[in-house]
């Protein structure tokens, strides 16, 4: 039996989930599909932005790589404008890197920070894209001008950004949780100190931007709600756990359609939540590597998930000739992602 155990545990795809072909010589740092149509984005600590075309025709998937550019430094973040067309990436040359897929041209460079930029997001409400770094300034451009319109000062670094406009929420070293309302960027409309006892690791705000989602290194997530009158409804949960090992929450994405969401963790798992009822929809089967990012596409019918180290036990613990970086295609299920009312609440929420 202990041989066959091991032989599970080695298991870098144990949900049968479709392979996209030819993934990055290194750890992923970031997944994005264009809002418009299923193209997936891929940066890496291999200095490179990927692009795939993914094919789907009935229940047969496939992935064509399309194109790549190149960084001077590992990449970190990356986003896609409204048009569907244009891609952001940022990382430790400090830099954004604007790249357009149509055009076959070389990316330009439209922002620039004093450290390695960590997030990215391009706003179309306000026609702007938002750069957070761990310089501890959050810069918004206009793509016209060569300087940034506005720099606001964080407390600390940037570790995570999510944008629903007129929502925006910051999270930063020290379990800082700034939010913004993007009608008055300029000023700090709540400065929260996180639920969650641990450093932040990734943060979403609600589809209708009551409030937002907030995961730690130490296996859990808080949902938080901005109104005061709405505090009895926050609560935390733990997930990403095994025993007594704990691992980091990595990854947060609500479905664009249902409105539940997705984590995904350094234990390798993947799961899908229902925050109003809070109950966990399903628990997928762990993968042999931790999951460091995952995102859905535009219309929800497509998880896209990274299987590869992400560091956390530092270089001994990583071996440059196994090594081996993936990234997957999940299609879920109504019955993963659709919401339920809890079974005995007689159909109340």
Partial sequence: MATFGAAATSNPNPNKSIEVTQPPSDSVSSLSFSPKANFLVATS????????EITRSGATVGSVPKASISHDQ????????????TVFSGGCDKQVKMWSLLSGGQPVTVAMHDAPIKEVAWIPEMNMLATGSWDKALKYWDLRQPNPVHTQQLPDRCYAMTVRHPLMVVGTADRNLIVFNLQQPQNEYKRITSPLKYQTRCVAAFPDQQGFLVGSIEGRVGVHHLDDAQQSKNFTFKCHRDGNDIYSVNSLNFHPVHHTFATAGSDGAFNFWDKDSKQRLKAMSRCSLPIPCSTFNSDGSIFAYSVCYDWSKGAENHNPQTAKTYIYLHLPQESEVKGKPRVGTSGRK
């Fill in 45 to 52: 600590w291999d200095n490179q932005v990927r692009c795939w």
């Fill in 74 to 85: 590992p990449v970190l973040c990356s986003t896609w404008k409204d048009d569907g067309t």
